[in-house]
């Protein structure tokens, strides 16, 4: 079979959400019954928590201005690639937890950080290694309770291998024509199925799945393809609808199948899509020039970084940066998330998951 992301940039995470740390978490759960519970987040750079500062990707987050707006670190960066709280740390925030994630990598982790690009496949394996740690620290059955009972999976792949990899204008020329689009999602698809029922091997029971966003509409793909404000790139979000329409048909499959889980679909396209549509609606004065960046019409083409140019009113920007949703964006996506209705999160919203 072809592989799936031959040289997909990655822009790690598994980072630990813990209500505590994940060992503060673990003792309490095992101490008492709390509630406490573990919220385990996978993927690409949206909810990233700092993973990146540790290992050595193309893209970092942890130079100024990121952070700008993150209280918790006055300011500073922490690798997160908006200017404030990720997606990830709001739902957290609006679901009791008391702590920001801490990223697995971080050195005082137990995560190995000599890697340079981090797929799915190894964050599993990683996730693997805390599974083992826990049976040993609570014992087999408690662990098993916590992680199944107790803990959240969000996961949100998939916008990285179609924009580093399918549309990178000049790298992908040669996959994009040997391998049809089809093709290349069914791979997607067909892997993401095996990773699903590897967590669920290890007890996940409760999982968060975000779908593509509209790639087509961020800054970076408006400024390459010399868009104007109101154009999205055609190909970018058909393969995105392509891909989240499988993506959907998987979830259910998987419902049916892997007996006492649940798949939470997280229409991220038709939020996102919403919100960059009526971005006026929502207070915001641009859903198409990054607030930090550089480059072309809409600041698309360099990455945020300490020489770019830097917006003043960051509340009123949809994007943070040439790829990346600001904190006003994030939050009004982390809402409906947790509490929305079943249009953009379902069959249940994160916060009915939480009280399962
Ligand atoms: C890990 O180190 C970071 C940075 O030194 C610190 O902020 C954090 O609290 C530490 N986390 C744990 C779980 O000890
Ligand atoms: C987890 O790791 C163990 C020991 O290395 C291995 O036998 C097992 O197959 C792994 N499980 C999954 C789901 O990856
Ligand atoms: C934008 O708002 C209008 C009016 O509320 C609504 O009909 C439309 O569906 C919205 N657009 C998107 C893409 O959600």
């Known amino acids: 079979m072809a592989r799936v992301t031959p040289w997909s940039l990655v822009l790690v995470v598994l980072c630990m959400t813990s209500w505590g740390s994940l060992v503060n978490g673990a003792a309490a759960a095992a101490g008492n019954n709390e509630g406490l519970g573990a919220s385990f987040i996978f993927g690409d ?4 928590a700092g993973n990146n500062n540790y ?7 942890n130079i100024p201005p990121n952070g700008i707006d993150f209280k918790a ?33 971080a050195p005082n982790s137990t995560g190995k950080a000599n890697i340079i690009w981090l797929g799915l496949d190894i964050q599993i394996d990683y996730f693997n ?16 309770d916590y992680i199944s009972k107790r803990s959240i999976f969000s996961i949100t792949i998939g916008s990285n291998d179609f924009l580093n990899n399918y549309l990178l204008p000049l790298l992908s020329t040669g996959t994009r024509i ?3 689009p089809d093709a290349f999602i069914d791979d997607m698809i067909n892997h993401f199925r095996n990773q699903l029922t590897r967590l669920y091997q290890l007890d996940a029971r409760k999982f968060v799945i975000g779908n593509v966003g509209p790639i087509g509409c961020i800054p970076y793909q408006k400024t390459i393809n010399q868009l104007n404000e109101n154009q999205c790139v055609d190909l970018a979000n058909k393969l995105a609808v392509q891909y989240n329409r499988q993506l959907k048909n998987l979830l259910t499959e998987l419902n049916g199948k892997l007996q006492g889980a649940i798949f939470i679909h997280a229409n991220v396209y038709d939020l996102v899509m919403e919100l960059i549509t009526n971005y006026s609606k929502y207070g915001f004065t641009t859903a198409s020039r990054a607030c930090c960046g550089n480059g072309g019409q809409f600041a698309g083409i360099i990455p945020c970084g300490p020489t770019s140019s830097l917006c003043e009113d960051r509340e009123k920007h ?7 949703p600001s904190e006003a964006a994030n939050l009004i996506i982390a809402r409906q998330l947790v509490y929305g209705s079943t249009k953009y999160i379902s069959p249940i919203n994160l916060q009915q998951l939480r009280n399962l």
Not at 55 to 61: D, F, I, M, R, V
Not at 129 to 144: E, V
């Open 55 to 61: 290992l050595q990707t193309l893209s970092k987050a």
């Open 45 to 48: 750079s949206l909810p990233d």
């Open 178 to 180: 040997s391998e049809n």
């Open 73 to 105: 670190s006055g300011g500073q960066p922490t690798g997160r690639f908006t200017n404030g709280r990720t997606i990830g740390d709001i739902v957290g925030e609006e679901l009791g937890v008391p702590d920001y994630a801490v990223p697995y990598l």
């Open 318 to 324: 949809v994007f943070w940066d040439p790829y990346h």
């Open 129 to 144: 290694n805390t599974r083992q740690q826990l049976d040993k620290l609570l014992g087999p059955s408690k662990a098993k």
